[in-house]
T-cell receptor, first 111, second 113 residues
Framework: DQQVKQNSPSLSVQEGRISILNCDYTNSMFDYFLWYKKYPAEGPTFLISISSIKDKNEDGRFTVFLNKSAKHLSLHIVPSQPGDSAVYFCAARPGTYKYIFGTGTRLKVLA | EAGVVQSPRYKIIEKKQPVAFWCNPISGHNTLYWYLQNLGQGPELLIRYENEEAVDDSQLPKDRFSAERLKGVDSTLKIQPAELGDSAVYLC???????????FGNGTRLTVT
């Protein structure tokens, strides 16, 4: 049972445009959400997080939106850069310290 | 600040052989995690430590996997005996507290032949 779903395995975006990565979840107990970026042969790197009491969090070019009623979160990258090409994982926590990860979306930013 | 250090980076062994992975978390991080990542999947939790205590090992296949975190700092994950299906990347992560973002090491890629 996949509690955190990333339904798009891959995404291609032109440099300078917006990248939107999506994540859906099923467990209404999730109270904290994170996005990680992963380059090949490296471990995932923390990008940005959001608590369930908020609907938006922004950090530079990265913004995460949370829609609790739809059980949906998204990561917006504006403007996209070639260095953003990586696999992006969303993760969620059900009120405990057990983080559950999605399967990832591979983003390719075209120069 | 030094990141999470894992060794070895790569390991190739024959099935039925034992293997061990080592992790040194970020200094001061009390919570340590071992995750398993199969190809095309997200990381899946194997075990979580708070200091030297294993507080969540429900996902650890205890018939062949074992872990320890002596003195609440470094940790070792062992598989004995390894099976073909154990081929994956084993990730270690640490966090300042249980509710802080995880910081991952670069992982150990295990290949069992």
């Amino acid at each position: 049972d996949q509690q955190v779903k990333q339904n798009s395995p891959s995404l291609s975006v032109q440099e300078g445009r917006i990248s939107i990565l999506n994540c859906d979840y099923t467990n209404s107990m999730f109270d904290y959400f994170l996005w990680y970026k992963k380059y090949p042969a490296e471990g995932p790197t923390f990008l940005i997080s959001i608590s369930s009491i908020k609907d938006k969090n922004e950090d530079g070019r990265f913004t995460v939106f949370l829609n609790k009623s739809a059980k949906h979160l998204s990561l917006h990258i504006v403007p996209s850069q070639p260095g953003d090409s990586a696999v992006y994982f969303c993760a969620a926590r059900p009120g405990t310290y057990k983080y559950i990860f999605g399967t990832g979306t591979r983003l390719k930013v075209l120069a | 600040e030094a990141g999470v250090v894992q060794s070895p980076r790569y390991k190739i062994i024959e099935k039925k052989q034992p293997v061990a992975f080592w992790c040194n978390p970020i200094s001061g991080h009390n919570t340590l995690y071992w995750y398993l990542q199969n190809l095309g999947q997200g990381p899946e939790l194997l075990i979580r430590y708070e200091n030297e205590e294993a507080v969540d090992d429900s996902q650890l296949p205890k018939d062949r996997f074992s872990a320890e975190r002596l003195k609440g700092v470094d940790s070792t994950l062992k598989i004995q005996p390894a099976e073909l299906g154990d081929s994956a990347v084993y990730l270690c992560a640490s966090s300042l507290r249980g509710n802080s973002p995880l910081h991952f090491g670069n992982g150990t890629r295990l290949t069992v032949t």
